[in-house]
């Protein structure tokens, strides 16, 4: 520690100066200065140099914990606290969740509508739990609203649809989107909450249609959705509100950028890495004579 303080104020005291006042030796100050690094310090230098790529491929957002988890994926053996704490000792942080609190009245449940999902977010095969949810981003000609479907089996967004108005449309193009991209009929449990896009006739005789079974949240239970409402957040915090968009143009013009060319390829990637790692795990062991 003291030589570190030496260090630190080389260009500022004299040398010898410090050494006395520090009682301690110069002869010591320039051993402990051309010792090598050690075996973990040198590690933590290799390591933090992946980590700044990384936080820099993130456009500078990814925290700890992301980082953490690609370096997982990577192979890299490595605790989320050895993250954090070289990116804290290096001034390096991605961007926070700023908290909110909003109440809106909610709409009232169809008629044999049930919360079919019951905050069981875990899906084994794609198309099988979608969830859904409008959200606004702010321009300088007024609200855009994006209303996007999350697949939970990948976490990747399979529709979605933006406009300057709330309207049954903006919902229904989004889950039509989702559609086009299933390679068959069998059912989708479809979960939102009780806006009124979503309680409407049109609505609910155009998932009867294309076999969708609808799925509700309770009234004032915004952690039935969390899947949905945890994109909305990652996309606030990491895109749209370090942005300022004069027009709505150009808002759709990013989250369009955001969704199908920073999300849905990481989702992607990390989907094929976990299914790579699965393989390997079920894959039967050769016995050698």
């Known amino acids: 520690m003291k030589y570190r303080m030496v260090e630190r104020c080389r260009d500022a005291f004299p040398l010898r100066m410090m050494c006395r006042c520090l009682k301690v030796s110069p002869s010591g100050y320039y051993d402990w200065r051309n010792r090598p690094l050690s075996a973990r310090a040198q590690a933590n230098e ?34 989320k606290n050895r993250i954090a704490r ?14 909110r609190w909003r109440k809106k009245a909610s709409g009232a449940r169809p008629v044999g509508i049930q919360n ?17 949810d409008i959200t606004y981003i702010e321009t300088a000609e007024g609200w855009l609203y994006l209303s ?6 990948s976490g ?10 709330q309207t049954r ?3 229904l193009q989004a889950v039509l989107m989702a559609l086009w991209q299933r390679e068959d009929r069998s059912p989708v449990i479809l979960h939102s909450d009780r806006g009124c896009q979503f309680t409407s006739g049109e609505y609910q005789r155009f998932l009867d249609g294309h076999n969708l079974v609808c799925s509700m949240s309770a009234v004032g239970s915004c952690a039935d959705n969390a899947a949905m409402e945890g ?24 989250v369009f950028d955001y969704i199908e060319r920073f999300h849905n390829p990481r989702r992607r990637r990390r989907l094929g890495a ?13 016995e050698t004579g």
Not at 47 to 53: D, G, V
Not at 86 to 99: D, E, F
Not at 116 to 132: G, I, M, Q, Y
Not at 274 to 286: F, G, N, W, Y
């Open 46 to 79: 290799a390591l933090l140099a992946r980590i700044k790529a990384l936080h820099a491929n993130s456009d500078c957002v990814a925290g700890a914990p992301r980082i953490w988890e690609d370096l997982q994926y990577a192979g890299v053996a490595c605790s």
């Open 86 to 99: 070289l990116m804290q000792a290096h001034g390096i942080q991605g961007i926070p969740q700023r908290k």
């Open 116 to 132: 079919h999902l019951a905050r069981d977010f875990s899906a084994s095969e794609p198309n099988t739990k979608w969830v859904t």
């Open 148 to 153: 996007a479907v999350l697949d939970l089996h």
């Open 156 to 165: 990747i967004i399979v529709g979605w649809s933006m406009s300057h108005r």
């Open 169 to 171: 449309d903006l919902v």
């Open 231 to 254: 994109f909305f957040g990652l996309l606030k915090r990491e895109r749209v509100n370090r942005r300022i968009y004069r027009t709505r143009a150009e808002a759709r013009a990013d």
């Open 274 to 286: 976990a299914r790579i790692k699965q393989s390997l795990l079920t894959q039967p062991s050769v």
